[in-house]
């Protein structure tokens, strides 16, 4: 069965570094998103994209952060200059289109700030 | 702007047993999604069930059905014959079916389920 696959599953970085999260979504689909989950607490959208473009963004993903799918298949979320309250679980999704509702999620990325 | 609510932070219940799990939520809008995902300590989100609300009829998934009262904006998950598999954090979630850059999912703030041997 196909699936969202993400790595790392866990990182940890230093305050003020760079991170990539990345992520491979199911080939055939064409819409990509970001979600965060602080732990403990529910899960929050970041941002979607289509067609090579971010379709929406919540107010979470200010300038510290942006998308890419720089090969065709990967799908990346980098922080510029992570925060401690960035720290949480990450997560790609996947869907094929409005036609199709159903988002498949990857295992997630845990983020720690230290 | 969509809300989803889900009023019961923790269940439990015996196995074998039947439970409910309560959602509801906010929105202006006539044609939607409603999920029910489950996430299990691995901490993935596991999408358990949908329900399309031009459909009036409940959607049904094995041992997992939904009571979809689209008037009162309520989205209820019963877990049949609960087993200790089905231990799990339980997220309700909306997404519109309106036009491009709605494709977002909105959640609630989960329900912990936990099954008693």
């Known amino acids: 069965e196909p699936e969202v696959t993400q790595t790392p599953s866990h990182q940890v970085t230093q305050m003020g570094q760079e991170v990539i999260l990345r992520c491979v979504p199911i080939?055939?689909?064409?819409?990509f998103y970001w979600y965060r989950q602080i732990l403990g607490q529910k899960v929050e959208f970041l941002v979607s994209?289509?067609?090579?473009?971010?379709?929406?963004k919540s107010e979470i993903f200010d300038d510290q952060f942006s998308v890419e799918r720089p090969d065709g298949s990967n799908f990346t979320l980098k922080i510029r200059s992570t925060k401690l309250e960035d720290s949480a679980m990450y997560f790609c999704?996947?869907?094929?289109?409005?036609?199709?509702?159903?988002?498949?999620f990857g295992q997630g990325t845990r983020l720690t700030v230290v | 702007a969509q809300t989803v609510t889900q009023s019961q932070p923790e269940m439990s219940v015996q196995e074998a047993e039947t439970v409910t799990l309560s959602c509801t939520y906010d929105?202006?809008?006539?044609?939607?999604?409603l999920f029910w995902y489950k996430q299990p300590p691995s901490r993935q989100m596991i999408l358990v069930i949908r329900?399309?609300?031009?459909?009036?009829q409940n959607a049904t998934e094995n041992r997992f059905s939904v009571n979809f009262q689209k008037a009162a904006k309520s989205f209820s998950l019963k877990i049949s014959d609960s087993q200790l598999g089905d231990a799990a954090m339980y997220f309700c979630?909306?997404?519109?079916?309106?036009?491009?850059?709605?494709?977002?999912?909105?959640f609630g703030t989960g329900t912990r389920l936990t099954i008693i041997p």
């Open positions: 329900q399309e609300a031009y459909k009036q």
């Open positions: 999704a996947s869907s094929v289109g409005r036609s199709n509702t159903e988002a498949f």
């Open positions: 929105t202006s809008e006539s044609d939607y999604y």
């Open positions: 080939s055939n689909h064409l819409y």
């Open positions: 994209f289509y067609n090579n473009e971010i379709s929406e």
């Open positions: 979630a909306y997404r519109s079916a309106a036009n491009f850059g709605n494709e977002k999912l909105t």
